[in-house]
């Protein structure tokens, strides 16, 4: 059967309506139960109709059932405003005969019972929560774990075991008392008396501290939910913060730079003048240099002049002190007066030669480098700054928009209440953990002195004894069958799951599953090395292969209703569970959108295995109605 | 689900092999038709599980009374 | 110039400024472009200087402005001037209070009472050069 609804059209509320009629609860996110005063139309309401009416009929084993369930105003309630004003009936009729209210319950858990109830009454939303077996502990795992086992039978054997101990600890205390009756074994029964007080005290303990434990959970997972929803606003106050931060950084850092800057511009003048002050100091250097060139050029004349004048007069060379010929006697004479001419050639201005070099000082000095060749990368850095401190006022408003009407103070305090619990949790299940120990001690002391008493002829005999004996014998049993039966079941469900994937992937190499201890899956390559990362496509495929596994491993094959399956696969994929699912059920219920599966071309495939298609219509907001659609 | 292919039942009894050889096969699945019948009860009727399999013991000590 | 042509001009020893100029270095200190408006005098001189312009005669609408020894302590400005411009006997400060004046109005013009580019004026000058 299909249910084509778009979406908010009221598929969740169809399965919903399923849910309710066979065991008075519905489910929002997180398996969260609806309050019943939710659940009545608002439409209906306005107009003063508060009634409710569901009723499904179907075929189980040869017989037909209908299954009513209402909800209507209570007499003396003028206008509802809890649910508690509203009083809810049921009826059943097996075959036209009705049933009595005391047997509806037994008559639903032979084919439909509501601890197994999540995987025939099956929420799309499961497919997200199955991740959560993948994370060892977290409280979601632990309630599909606990699903999972229940299919498969394991609460029988854990109830075996919890009955089983409950007989057996009345037994004791009887035994107890017995054997104080009998002569020589009053030191033993007072000790079994103590330890069985101390493992009553200890359990109460234990309970009281699991319904704390609880409390704590529940006020934490309600804040959570409260603060899921303000996340984003928690999110946004916490930028704006860190926003607001590095914008008064910013603007600070620019107002120093711009302290900076103004010290700079003292001097600034220079660097202006600077090209051309340089310019200047390289003509002068330039002349100065040919003042000193000359200089040394006229030292050098005159000195040669000296020598010549030396040789002339004492008519000796000055090179080497031989007497002088005449002939270089007057070609000494002769260079001696050239020289003297070329002397009077030589003019140096000495005035401007010192001018030049004072002006030289002068320059040097004005050409001294400054700080101020800075103030073009102060200016840049300023100007980035501009830019970033723009970028931050406009994310600074942004932000203050989004967080408008928001009370963050309380938010803060919810996730700080939040985080107390947590730690409150915690705590408390050190304390339980540190009771289960001191009982488990106490319990091995009963059961020496137990062991002590088997022995005894006389104890034996007594009737609590063997009482005692037989509980302890099948408390040991059922509690070691606990363990073997997940053993099992892990090996069963891993090689179903395992084959239903293989149908369902449509990527070839992928050999199987390998199944962990919370029944997560992991895929297996052909190597059979864990293939490590998943897309939300897959997860949903091996979701629905771990169903199918345990619908064979479990539990016959019965109804099963699915509210959109397909979110996030592909065609291919759905294309293959369109053809197995339903091979593995009695009847297949999806309630589907056109996203999900097209009606021109999907149905064409599974047209011989579909018998009947619906539409949910909308009348309005708060309205809508099922159709028949002709194929 | 038949006691053939409840694979509760065989964890049971293959459990029993292990710890208790000595236990009988039938007290066994009589306890855990008990469970059977009562695992979908409500928390508030828990007890009567109980009480049908204390009921059960103490038949089974009152029939290999040596007295 | 001679150390004999110097000793006859006489220096003033207060230098003036326009009445629209000193408008101009009031804004650009209340807009907190200068520490002080001495600052922008000697930059007003400077690209005077390097534009190699030969200023006019101050306005009649002026007024003193500064102390030559405040102005240029060291005597550094003085020698910037002399090494640049060839006086020929004018007092070097008389010079420099027609050079701050149209070099304050030039940065008027440029930056029209907005950010004063200090880095342009510097960069400007080296371009010129090179």
């Not at chain 1, 079994?192 to 434990?213: P, V």
């Not at chain 1, 069963?492 to 390998?514: D, I, P, W």
């Not at chain 2, 009921?55 to 007295?67: F, V, Y």
């Amino acid at each position: 059967m299909l249910v084509f609804g778009d979406n908010m059209r009221g598929k969740t509320s169809l399965l919903n309506a399923l849910r309710w009629v066979f065991y008075g609860k519905a489910l929002g996110r997180h398996s969260r139960e609806i309050a019943l005063f939710d659940l009545v139309n608002s439409e209906a309401t306005l107009e003063g109709d508060w009634s409710m009416e569901v009723v499904v009929t179907f075929e189980d084993d040869g017989h037909r059932y209908e299954l009513r369930r209402t909800a209507a105003k209570r007499s003396l309630v003028s206008t509802p405003s809890r649910s508690e004003d509203l009083l809810v009936e049921r009826s059943m009729r097996k075959d036209d005969i009705a049933l009595g209210d005391h047997l509806i319950d037994a008559e639903i858990n032979r084919f439909a019972p509501e601890q197994t109830s999540r995987f025939f009454l099956f929420d799309g939303e499961l497919l997200d929560e199955y991740e959560q077996l993948l994370i060892d502990g977290s409280d979601q795992s632990k309630l599909i774990k606990e699903a999972i086992e229940q299919v498969l039978g394991v609460p029988n054997l854990i109830r075996g075991r919890d009955d089983a101990q409950t007989i057996l600890k009345a037994a004791q205390k009887q035994q107890t008392a017995d054997l104080q009756k009998i002569g020589g074994f009053e030191s033993q029964a007072e000790k079994q008396r103590h330890y069985q007080a101390q493992i009553e005290s200890i359990e109460k303990d234990i309970k009281g501290q699991g319904e704390r434990l609880r409390k704590v959970n529940t006020d934490r997972e309600e804040l959570d939910d409260d603060l899921a929803k303000v996340e984003a606003f928690y999110q946004a106050k916490q930028k704006l913060d860190d926003a607001a931060s590095t914008r008064d950084k910013s603007a600070n850092r620019q107002d120093d730079l711009h302290q900076v800057r103004l010290g700079y511009v003292r001097d600034a003048w220079k660097e202006v003048l600077r090209p051309l002050l340089t310019l200047k100091r390289e003509h002068i250097q330039d002349e100065y240099s040919k003042f000193t060139s000359q200089m040394l050029d006229r030292d050098k004349v005159e000195t040669k002049i000296a020598q010549l004048q030396q040789a002339v007069r004492s008519e000796t060379c000055h090179a080497c002190g031989q007497p002088l010929h005449e002939k270089e006697r007057i070609a000494a004479s002769k260079e001696l007066g050239k020289l003297q001419a070329d002397l009077l050639g030589f003019k140096v201005d000495m005035t401007l030669f010192s001018q030049h070099s004072t002006d030289l000082q002068s320059l040097n000095k004005l050409l001294k480098p400054t700080d101020s060749r800075q103030i073009m990368l102060i200016d840049n850095e300023v100007n980035r700054l501009s830019v970033e401190l723009t970028t931050l006022d406009n994310q600074i408003e942004e932000l203050n928009e989004l967080i408008k009407g928001q009370d963050t103070a309380e938010i803060s305090r919810k996730r700080f209440m939040r985080d107390g619990l947590i730690k409150q949790a915690a705590h408390i299940a050190g304390e339980i953990n540190s009771s289960q120990v001191k009982l488990i001690g106490h319990q091995r002391d009963l059961a020496v002195i137990s062991k002590i008493l088997e022995g005894l002829p006389t104890a034996r005999a007594a009737k609590s004894s063997r009482l005692v004996n037989l509980a302890a014998a099948l408390e040991r049993v059922y509690g070691r069958s606990i363990d073997q039966l997940r053993d099992d079941l892990k090996t069963t469900v891993e090689m179903l799951a395992s084959r239903a994937f293989r149908k369902l992937t449509t990527q070839s190499q992928y050999s199987g599953l390998r199944i962990n201890g919370n029944y997560g899956l992991t895929i297996l390559d052909e190597r059979g090395q864990e293939v490590p990362i998943r897309s939300a496509g897959a997860e949903q495929i091996v979701a629905l292969s771990l169903i199918d596994g345990l619908a064979h491993a479990g539990r016959s094959a019965g109804p099963v209703v699915m509210d959109t399956p397909f979110g996030r696969l592909d065609k291919k994929h759905r294309a293959n569970i369109l053809a197995y699912l339903p091979t593995t059920t009695t009847q297949l219920i999806l309630f589907v959108h056109e996203g999900e599966v097209d009606k021109a071309t999907d149905l064409v495939h599974l047209k011989s295995r579909v018998d009947s298609v619906y539409e949910i219509k909308e009348v309005n907001l708060r309205h809508s109605r099922i159709e028949r659609v002709n194929q | 689900m038949t006691d053939e292919n409840d694979m509760a039942l065989v964890a049971l009894l293959k459990a029993a092999a292990e710890v208790e050889p000595n236990l009988s096969t039938d007290l066994l699945r009589s306890t855990f038709t008990i469970q059977r019948r009562h695992q979908f009860d409500r928390d508030e009727m828990r007890a009567l599980s109980m009480q049908e399999l204390k009921t059960l013991l103490e038949a089974k000590i009152d029939r290999e009374d040596p007295k | 110039m001679s150390d004999a042509t110097i000793a006859t001009v006489s220096e003033r020893t207060q230098v003036r400024l326009s009445n629209k100029s000193h408008a101009t270095l009031t804004q650009m200190k209340e807009d907190g472009y200068l520490a002080e408006m001495t600052d922008g005098y000697r930059l007003g001189i400077a690209l005077a200087l390097s534009m190699g312009i030969t200023p006019g005669e101050l306005p009649a609408e002026n007024r003193n402005f500064i102390a030559v020894s405040t102005l240029d302590p060291t005597g550094e400005l003085a020698t910037a001037i002399r090494m640049l411009v060839n006086l020929e006997g004018q007092g070097v400060y008389g010079y420099a209070e027609r050079l701050a004046d149209w070099g304050i109005k030039e940065m008027q013009e440029r930056f029209k009472g907005g950010f004063l580019d200090v880095a342009s004026l510097m960069s400007n000058t080296a371009e010129k050069v090179s």
